[in-house]
């Protein structure tokens, strides 16, 4: 009864054991897929971010230079209006496509103080677009309003550049939070699988281990025998050892016959286990046949 006991403790010791194995190896693996998709997305909203700059940046110069179109120095430079009207309109559209970007990359399951940011950036890019869409309506280079030129320094408000950096700070201050504490968690499952390793481990030195090393002492410290065999009770390793302890006995008991042979000597014949114990049989027919051929000498003498 103990002994199924035990087994069956050994048999849950093994699942559970696999099963911190499985458990870990998918949290690990969940993890690092995270760490991946964060780092995808880390760079693609830095990307838009850049991009966002870009255009801002872009739009302004354009509407300085649209603005002092007529100036000689700068028609001596080379500005040509027209140009500098298709830049403002592509500048304007990238700027469109980036914040649209950046609304459907941060609308699911971000912190309160990114969404925030968000708010704002959204809030500084309608006034911008607000500013720019009459002038760029026109479809052509034309006088620019004092509203249009101070598209991007509303006083008292923040600015589109100011907006872009804001959120793009506290990007990386939830990202670096969910960084953390996506490592953490990789830190937490690699323990669980060092864990789950080491319990495997034990169980297999437990269930192999051990036991090779008490068998091996029991055949080699027969007078200490007793101390190992009563762990191996009701094993198979108890098993195997009462093979090998009987293979043992049976080869002093041939080497006992086969040495009072060569010294002259009749011996007993070994001692049967059954009716078809074949070195008994093999045992009693040499001393018959030594038996049949020592007959004539004595006859003779």
């Not at 995808?40 to 909203?45: G, K, M, N, P, V």
């Not at 298709?86 to 912190?111: D, F, M, P």
């Amino acid at each position: 009864m103990a002994h199924r006991f035990n087994r069956a403790l050994e048999h849950g010791a093994w699942v559970f054991a696999l099963t911190l194995v499985l458990l870990s190896a998918w949290g690990a693996g969940r993890g690092v897929c995270q760490m991946m998709t964060l780092l995808r997305e880390q760079a693609a909203r830095g990307e838009q971010l850049a991009q966002l700059e870009g255009h801002a940046l872009t739009m302004e110069r354009s509407l300085l230079g649209l603005a002092h179109a007529d100036d000689p120095k700068v028609r001596y430079v080379g500005y040509d209006p027209q140009s500098q009207y298709r830049t403002l309109q592509e500048a304007h559209r990238g700027a469109s496509g980036c914040i649209e970007a950046l609304e459907a990359r941060t609308t699911q399951g971000v912190a309160l103080e990114t969404y925030t940011a968000l708010v704002r950036l959204q809030a500084a890019w309608q006034r911008v677009d607000a500013a720019l869409s009459d002038y760029l309506q026109q479809g052509q280079p034309a006088p620019i309003s004092l509203a249009t030129l101070r598209a991007f320094s509303f006083e008292g408000q923040t600015s589109l550049a100011e907006a872009t950096r804001a959120f793009r700070r506290a990007d990386q201050r939830e990202q670096q939070a969910v960084w953390e504490r996506t490592l953490w968690e990789l830190v937490g499952y690699f323990v669980l699988q060092l864990t789950s390793m080491g319990l495997i481990v034990g169980l297999l030195w437990r269930r192999w281990g051990a036991p090779a090393m008490w068998l091996q002492r029991a055949l080699q410290q027969p007078s200490r025998a007793h101390r190992y065999t009563a762990r191996l009770q009701d094993t198979e390793w108890g098993e195997l050892y009462e093979r090998l302890r009987f293979q043992e006995r049976r080869l002093r008991e041939a080497e006992a016959f086969m040495r009072d042979l060569a010294m002259g000597r009749t011996p007993a014949p070994i001692t049967p286990t059954d009716a078809a114990d074949p070195l008994a049989r093999s045992s009693q027919w040499l001393l018959r046949r030594l038996e049949r051929e020592h007959a004539p000498h004595e006859q003779a003498s």
